[in-house]
């Protein structure tokens, strides 16, 4: 399979969005703006916005607490993004869900749980919705490995094979569940690929450090997906750059490591290939990044002089 000129492009610019956008959120928690921790994603990009550069209008996807701007693929803005990030009237959710629960039904983000991995019913009812209307739709599930080990994953995941619903249940395998490495706690070295099987899913497992190998792997088993075959899997292997949450001194692994997997940059990838088959110039992604930095400073900015949501809302969307 091979990736088109103009896709490659488009991934590069959304990858390099995601990226800055990341970076700009650790800027400006460190600044004390940020209520709420929060959890970054910087060089595990690739796993959330490759596979969603093959989504079509109208598909859904549920994300996790990590990668959060990754919701900028289905849509979002950055000044929705940062607004509700801050917690203000103009963001997302006016404001209630924060940083880790940027959704928004009209783009097709079908919401976060506060407790990780319950949320992947909901991706299947999702599943359900597209399958009874026969409307062509998709999801997108994202998960991390640790939570590929809760009961409620495998409910779900048992309860999509057997109706045969389109769901892609994507792994973001950054190898650890908040301090505890995955090789000591699950019984298989890749905890969504290997667990495949069992639902009689087809599988991919390809390593995040390279945006195109995501893009073909989620190509192939989404076009599976849309032929009504029923769902798949693919994990994408990556590694967690910072800490849990920002503050996480990391303690419990070997900053060696870590400095030695940063090297594995999906962004440096992408570039090279571009770069080396004459499809951008070093000049392009250059003007890419300050135009980007432009748009997210004036994303903060709108979000800081957005209005805080009024008292009287606050029986709003109570059930």
Not at 203 to 211: N, W
């Amino acid at each position: 399979m091979s990736i088109s000129n103009e896709k490659a492009i488009d991934m590069y610019k959304e990858l390099l969005a995601v990226r800055m956008a990341e970076e700009k959120l650790v800027e400006i928690y460190a600044l004390g703006k940020v209520p709420g921790h929060i959890h970054s994603g910087v060089g595990e990009e690739a796993a959330y916005v490759a596979p969603l550069m093959t989504k079509n209008d109208g598909d859904y996807a549920k994300f996790t607490h990590r990668v959060i701007a990754a919701t900028h693929v289905m849509g979002i803005t950055f000044n929705e993004m940062f607004a509700e990030i801050l917690g203000k009237d103009t963001g997302t959710s006016h404001g209630r869900g924060g940083v880790n629960h940027v959704a928004h039904l009209k783009n097709g983000i079908v919401g976060v749980a506060g407790s990780l991995g319950v949320d992947t019913e909901v991706a299947v009812g999702a599943g359900v919705s597209c399958k009874y209307l026969e409307n062509g739709k998709i999801v997108y599930c994202f998960n991390g490995d640790g939570t590929h080990s809760r009961g409620n994953v495998h409910e779900a995941m048992n309860l999509a094979s057997m109706w045969k619903l389109p769901v892609l249940f994507v792994c973001d395998d950054n190898q650890f569940a908040i301090s505890a490495n995955h090789a000591n706690t699950i019984c298989t070295p890749n905890p969504a690929y290997d667990r495949a099987p069992g639902y009689a899913m087809p599988a991919r497992l390809v390593e995040g450090d390279d945006p195109i190998a995501v893009y073909e792997a989620a190509k192939e088993l989404t076009d599976y997906i849309r032929e009504g075959k029923g769902p798949a899997v693919l994990e994408v292997k990556t590694y967690r750059w910072r800490g849990h949450f920002e503050g996480d001194q990391c303690a419990y692994r070997d900053a060696s490591v870590t400095e030695e997997m940063r090297k594995r940059d999906c962004i440096a990838t992408l570039e090279k290939y571009l770069l080396d088959n004459g499809i951008m110039s070093a000049e392009d992604m250059e003007l890419l990044k300050n135009e980007l930095a432009v748009e997210l400073d004036q994303a903060v900015e709108y979000a800081e002089t957005s209005p805080e949501p009024a008292l009287d809302s606050v029986y709003r969307n109570v059930y």
